[in-house]
């Protein structure tokens, strides 16, 4: 009776799989995104956050969205707090910006409200297709160049020098030599297809760095710990500062073209596309993302998105919903781990933050380097993010540059309305609200 309610609801012969399939596929994307449960806290503990609320925030909004995702859009596709989208709340917003954590908590809160309303008025669409080719790319790069810079930065890699605003560190130092060894072993292990190869590289310089004396061991298991500190904490009167309008865009304008891939992606790898090449529910799924948005940031985590990693649990058989629904119970037996969570140093983390910069970074191959008029914008657009520490800033240099080179350029054609006008409202933002 059991099975076939699992069937009937999943629908799992008409998707050629069975409830194993289903949980080996869970399990699979699980180890292979866990290790957000880790680096997600340290990031944004830095912005003065909770620890430890952060923590179960991450895990809770976690398990919600893929909860959500499996049971009502029934897809195999898991959430949790984005990467990128961590740092720029942490090392942009509250760090660059000076807003409070409470206000950029308020921020993320509007970018997933905003982002529901487009999926529920079928907006998303035109936006998506609005944004060049070229803009994406050079954002999706940023993103990698912008992480890689704070892994360097966290490790003692990269220092600050009066002189030439930043040099090598002093690699004989104990934080450097983890990052780096971290790194080496992610990416090793990455290529032989390992799965869980970000969290075994983690866990791995975590034991080696307490064996040899560099960390404390703070345990394993113990009940959660109170996520109170975080709780409804988000303030959104400060997110409705005019300043912030290019941080909510940023989180709204990533998340949305990070969902849009990801669920177009995993989907074709999975063959759920249907005959017009289109993702069937796709509404749902987008919703499922923005409501875990708009959850994560009641909780107290940064913007919650659909992962990639979930190509993990494709390959292995995932097809429905119930893969994604194992997931969330995975992220809600982590909650349970919180001390060995809160064992794992900043430098464990900066390999795997190096190693997901290396993916990003990858989308500068796509780009049409042939085309000035293409190419120029998106290194504006990559290079803006680590040198201004910003992501918000690289985007908006991003869509000024492509629209004013364009123009120049007199390739009026390329140009579309929404372009022109993200162009002009950014132009003079950076021009008269800085």
Not at 54 to 62: E, N
Request: charged residues 10%; glycine residues 10%.
């Amino acid at each position: 009776m059991f099975n076939r309610l699992i069937d009937n609801h999943f629908k799992l012969a008409e998707h050629g799989t069975d409830v194993k399939t289903e949980v080996i596929a869970g399990v699979t994307t699980f180890l292979t995104m866990a290790y957000i449960i880790f680096v997600n806290p340290s990031i944004l503990a830095e912005s003065g956050m909770d620890y430890g609320a952060v923590f179960v925030a991450t895990c809770v909004a976690s398990a919600l969205g893929c909860l959500i995702m499996g049971l009502w859009a029934n897809y195999p596709i898991a959430l949790a707090p984005g990467m990128g989208l961590n740092a720029f709340f942490t090392y942009g917003v509250v760090m660059g910006m000076g807003y409070t954590w409470e206000a950029a908590l308020g921020a993320v809160f509007l970018s997933g409200f905003t982002f529901f309303l487009l999926s529920i008025f079928r907006i998303r669409e035109w936006i998506i297709n609005s944004i060049p080719m070229s803009l994406r790319l050079g954002i999706a790069a940023g993103i990698g160049l912008f992480l890689a810079m704070i892994a360097l930065q966290n490790a003692g890699i990269v220092v600050d020098n009066p002189a030439t605003y930043v040099a090598l560190g002093d690699l004989s130092e104990p934080s450097a030599l983890y990052a780096l060894l971290g790194f080496f072993v992610i990416t090793a292990l990455a290529h032989l297809r390992v799965t869980g190869a970000v969290m075994i590289g983690i866990l791995g310089i975590t034991v080696l760095s307490i064996l040899l004396g560099h960390n404390e061991f703070g345990g394993v298991v113990s009940l959660p710990p109170s996520v109170a500190p975080t709780l409804m904490q988000l303030d959104l009167a400060g997110a409705f500062d005019v300043a912030m309008i290019s941080v909510v865009f940023a989180f709204l304008f990533v998340d949305l073209f990070d969902t849009s891939g990801t669920l177009i992606g995993v989907a074709h790898r999975g063959g759920l596309l249907d005959k017009q090449g289109k993702l069937p529910r796709i509404g749902r799924a987008m919703m499922a993302d923005s409501g875990a948005s708009m959850a994560g940031a009641a909780l107290g985590t940064s913007t919650t998105t659909s992962y990639i990693e979930s190509t993990a649990g494709i390959i292995s058989g995932g097809r429905t919903g119930l893969t994604a629904v194992v997931v969330g119970v995975l992220f809600l037996i982590s909650l349970f781990f919180s001390p060995l969570a809160g064992s794992i140093p900043v430098y464990a983390t900066a390999g795997a933050l190096l190693y997901v910069a290396v993916l990003m970074a990858g989308s500068l191959a796509h780009a049409d380097w042939d085309d000035a008029t293409e190419a120029a914008p998106v290194l504006i657009a990559a290079l803006a993010m680590p040198l201004t520490f910003s992501i918000a800033e690289g985007i908006a240099l991003g869509f000024v540059s492509y629209a004013a080179i364009k123009a120049l350029a007199g390739r009026f054609r390329d140009l579309n309305p929404a372009v022109v006008v993200l162009a002009l409202v950014f132009s003079a933002k950076l021009l008269f609200l800085d």
